[in-house]
């Protein structure tokens, strides 16, 4: 038995692993997905691959997983990993479905409430004694704002949760949860078409998965259709906005805020794209990974794994 981890895993999870098939059956290295040469080379011979986000599980690597049975995915999104591929392959994929959930729904609720009130990006002018009381003295409160969530899965169902629970209304636009499916009940949430979540939204947040009819499914014209004023927050993936749009809508004042976890291209490169926008909080792929998700994804992955290897 051979099990190689790309990317970063919880120690726990990877002792886990260690005690079940062995320690030498296990090769962790979390700076992997960087050595292709070296990750091609390991993977020639393993049963398991567990990755994040970053391997690209795809072409030359995928070919080189020869013996291949099982992929595990530290997280949800499978994007990354050419699924159709491995499935043709006879490997099984295996997602972390819901064990980030919290942490990106705590995200987006979090940084709703920092960009509507506007005034948590003070820190530089307090402490150079400007003091910008009255600049800053027009925020607006979360309760009783319309949060408005494309995508209506895991994720998306626990940040209803917690948005009604700061008091906020919310709509949810998704095409493939039915009208009779328990989560409308249970989150309160409003079930609306696109155009109408995109007209009435006070806080706009995707969360859907990155395939061809989301690719770019927030552009300049549905950004310029929301409401002036409005907030919106990408933790899906880059792709599914126009980022250009967004730093134009943000520095001609349509819209109020934006917070932005994910790209086009990871690690973003230094852009001109952004610079100067006012009331944007841009985050490095993090709104999924906090200390408790990280433990609650590796665990589920290594107990996945083991049980679909036996
Ligand atoms: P999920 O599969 O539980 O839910 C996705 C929902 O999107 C599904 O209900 C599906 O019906 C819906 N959907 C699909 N196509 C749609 C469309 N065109 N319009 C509207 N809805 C559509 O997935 P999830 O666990 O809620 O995660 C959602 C996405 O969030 C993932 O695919 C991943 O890309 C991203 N994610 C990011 C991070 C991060 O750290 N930033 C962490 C976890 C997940």
């Given at each position: 038995?051979?099990?190689?981890i790309?990317?970063?895993?919880?120690?726990n999870a990877?002792?886990?692993?260690?005690?079940?098939?062995?320690?030498?059956?296990?090769?962790?290295?979390?700076?992997?997905?960087?050595?292709?040469?070296?990750?091609?080379?390991?993977?020639?011979?393993?049963?398991?691959?567990?990755?994040?986000n970053?391997?690209q599980?795809?072409?030359?690597?995928?070919?080189?997983?020869?013996?291949?049975?099982?992929?595990?995915?530290?997280?949800v999104?499978?994007?990354?990993?050419?699924?159709?591929?491995?499935?043709?392959?006879?490997?099984?994929?295996?997602?972390?479905?819901?064990?980030?959930?919290?942490?990106?729904?705590?995200?987006v609720?979090?940084?709703?409430?920092?960009?509507?009130?506007?005034?948590?990006?003070?820190?530089?002018?307090?402490v150079?004694?400007?003091?910008?009381?009255?600049?800053?003295s027009?925020g607006?409160?979360?309760?009783g704002?319309?949060?408005?969530?494309?995508?209506?899965?895991s994720?998306?169902?626990?940040?209803?949760?917690?948005?009604?629970a700061?008091?906020?209304?919310?709509i949810?636009?998704?095409?493939?949860?039915?009208?009779?499916d328990?989560?409308?009940?249970?989150?309160?949430?409003?079930?609306?078409?696109l155009?109408?979540?995109?007209?009435?939204?006070d806080?706009?947040?995707?969360?859907?998965?990155?395939v061809?009819?989301?690719?770019?499914?927030f552009?300049?014209?549905?950004?310029?259709?929301?409401k002036?004023?409005?907030i919106?927050?990408n933790?899906?993936?880059?792709?599914?906005v126009?980022?250009?749009?967004?730093?134009?809508a943000l520095?001609s004042g349509?819209?109020?805020?934006a917070a932005?976890d994910?790209?086009?291209?990871?690690?973003?490169?230094a852009?001109e794209?952004?610079?100067g926008?006012?009331?944007?909080?841009?985050?490095?792929?993090?709104?999924?990974v906090?200390?408790e998700?990280?433990v609650?994804?590796?665990?589920?992955?290594?107990?996945?794994?083991?049980?679909?290897?036996?």
């Amino acid at each position: 038995m051979k099990i190689v981890i790309s990317e970063f895993m919880d120690e726990n999870a990877v002792q886990t692993l260690r005690a079940r098939f062995g320690r030498e059956s296990v090769v962790y290295d979390a700076g992997l997905v960087d050595k292709p040469d070296e990750l091609a080379a390991a993977v020639a011979d393993c049963d398991v691959l567990i990755v994040r986000n970053r391997t690209q599980v795809r072409g030359v690597l995928l070919t080189a997983c020869a013996k291949t049975r099982v992929i595990g995915r530290l997280g949800v999104g499978l994007d990354n990993i050419d699924v159709a591929a491995c499935e043709a392959r006879g490997m099984k994929v295996i997602p972390a479905t819901g064990a980030n959930a919290l942490a990106v729904a705590e995200y987006v609720i979090g940084t709703a409430m920092m960009l509507r009130r506007a005034s948590y990006l003070s820190t530089d002018a307090v402490v150079a004694g400007k003091w910008p009381r009255a600049a800053l003295s027009n925020g607006r409160e979360t309760a009783g704002a319309t949060l408005g969530l494309v995508g209506f899965g895991s994720i998306g169902q626990l940040t209803a949760q917690l948005a009604r629970a700061v008091g906020m209304s919310v709509i949810a636009y998704d095409p493939i949860i039915k009208d009779s499916d328990h989560a409308w009940m249970d989150t309160g949430a409003i079930r609306v078409e696109l155009d109408e979540l995109i007209a009435q939204a006070d806080v706009v947040s995707l969360h859907v998965p990155l395939v061809e009819s989301t690719k770019n499914l927030f552009n300049a014209e549905r950004i310029s259709a929301m409401k002036k004023g409005a907030i919106l927050i990408n933790t899906a993936r880059g792709g599914i906005v126009d980022d250009a749009a967004v730093a134009s809508a943000l520095k001609s004042g349509h819209l109020g805020g934006a917070a932005i976890d994910v790209f086009e291209k990871e690690p973003l490169p230094a852009s001109e794209t952004f610079a100067g926008c006012p009331n944007l909080v841009l985050t490095p792929h993090i709104a999924g990974v906090s200390a408790e998700a990280n433990v609650r994804v590796s665990s589920m992955i290594a107990e996945k794994v083991i049980e679909a290897l036996s």
